[in-house]
């Protein structure tokens, strides 16, 4: 998974290597804050992110995702395992998306939705924070677990 996780990073490079750094680190730490579970945390780091994004080719998805995570990061914080109404993920944001099986019947799409947006913040932090590139490397293999789950369906050996 190591590779699939590479090739995605490098796929999505020429999209989002222009997000400037100070975005990238705000995007970054709301990435640790998610993962450490200092939810209130991670909706502030989430906030200030959306704020300082632009419009821009994948930006909607960007912005998607770190709504995604900020809303789960809130249910968590209240104590509840998904939020009421989660903030998806649409087919024109797919092409960005590490995992593409939302027309698999098989996958739980609101988790796949979950696991996509870490990824997806984690690649672009990789791609464009060099701030946290030593702490990102350290949590890879948080990334290459949620990408295992979906080896089988994803026909990887």
């Known amino acids: 998974m190591e590779k699939y996780l590479n090739d995605y990073i490098g796929r999505i490079q020429p999209v989002f290597g222009r997000l400037p750094e100070k975005t990238a680190h705000t995007i ?14 991670a909706r502030r780091e989430c906030a200030t992110a959306l704020g300082n994004m632009s419009d821009g080719e994948g930006m909607g ?21 998904k939020p009421e109404t989660p903030e998806r993920f649409t087919p024109s944001d ?36 060099p701030d946290d590139e030593q702490a990102l490397e350290e ?7 949620i990408l295992e789950i ?8």
């Open 28 to 41: 970054a730490a709301a990435f640790f804050a998610y993962k450490f579970e200092l939810y209130p945390k």
């Open 61 to 81: 998805t960007v912005k998607t995702a770190v709504r995604i995570i900020s809303a789960y990061a809130e249910a968590l914080e209240n104590s509840q395992v």
């Open 94 to 129: 797919y092409p960005f998306l590490a995992i593409n099986l939302y027309n698999d019947s098989t996958q739980d799409p609101e988790t796949l939705d979950l696991d996509n947006a870490l990824i997806l913040v984690y690649a672009i932090a990789v791609i464009a924070s």
């Open 139 to 145: 949590h890879r293999k948080y990334i290459i677990t």
């Open 150 to 157: 979906y080896k089988k369906a994803l026909g990887i050996q």
